[in-house]
């Protein structure tokens, strides 16, 4: 089963609304990183939090990590229509050469 | 430009004809990695490299061959395609691998086995 699991699946909302997406992991990490996909293009990486860090800012990106709770939020401010596009978390897991891919959370901005 | 460059971006085949999707780097990075999106399973890795010649599998590594005989390219070898490996595939590469680095992705080559 996937390690990172993001929710919603789809969120839609109205452009200047702020949009968050969460993620849930299962086992212990070094890090979580966030990616944004435009349609069927490469992944982008956005932002990166580690597993000694509780919340990390840039631009218009919070990301928060609650290790306890074995979770992670995005949140998007201010959104744009540009920001339409696929959110994946990835989780850098101890001792694994790879990054795990949740399923990712499709974002729509609406004019 | 800094960039992971993936060839052919398209590609139509038919089961059992060998194909090579092409992968190349020019950041000078030491780890690379094949990985295929599929829907309601999100990414998958292939197989990765830590550096030149040293290549190991991933999570779903039936069917593919890769080699990293230069640090900037790292090929992905279908010897015999059949249906189940249609797909999205992408190359990725990082400087290194420590754990906490982030992966740079190619544009991606979305592969259809007739």
């Known amino acids: 089963s996937q390690q990172g699991e993001e929710d919603p699946q789809a969120l839609s909302i109205q452009e200047g609304e702020n949009a968050t997406m969460n993620c849930s992991y299962k086992t212990s990490i070094n890090n979580l990183q966030w990616y944004r996909q435009n349609s069927g293009r490469g992944l982008v990486h956005l932002i990166l939090i580690r597993s000694n860090e509780r919340e990390k800012h840039s631009g218009r990106l919070r990301v928060t990590l609650d290790t306890s709770k074995k979770s992670s939020s995005l949140l998007i401010t201010a959104s744009r229509a540009a920001d339409t596009a696929s959110y994946f978390c990835?989780?850098?897991?101890?001792?694994?050469?790879?990054?795990?891919f949740g399923q990712g959370t499709r974002l729509t901005i609406n004019p | 430009e800094a960039q992971v460059t993936q060839n052919p971006r398209y590609l139509i085949t038919v089961t059992g004809k060998k194909l090579t999707v092409t992968c190349s780097q020019n950041?000078?990075?030491?780890?690379m990695s094949w990985y295929r999106q599929d829907p309601g399973l999100g990414l998958r890795q292939i197989y990765y490299?830590?550096?030149?010649?040293?290549?190991d599998k991933g999570d779903v590594p039936e069917g593919y061959k890769v080699s990293r005989k230069e640090k900037r390219n790292f090929p992905l070898i279908l010897e015999s395609p059949s249906p189940n490996q249609t797909s999205l595939y992408f190359c990725a590469s990082s400087l290194s691998w420590t754990g906490t680095e982030k992966l740079f992705f190619g544009s991606g080559t979305q592969l259809s086995v007739l």
């Open positions: 950041m000078n990075h030491e780890y």
């Open positions: 490299s830590m550096n030149v010649e040293v290549t």
């Open positions: 990835a989780t850098g897991i101890q001792g694994a050469q790879k990054l795990v």
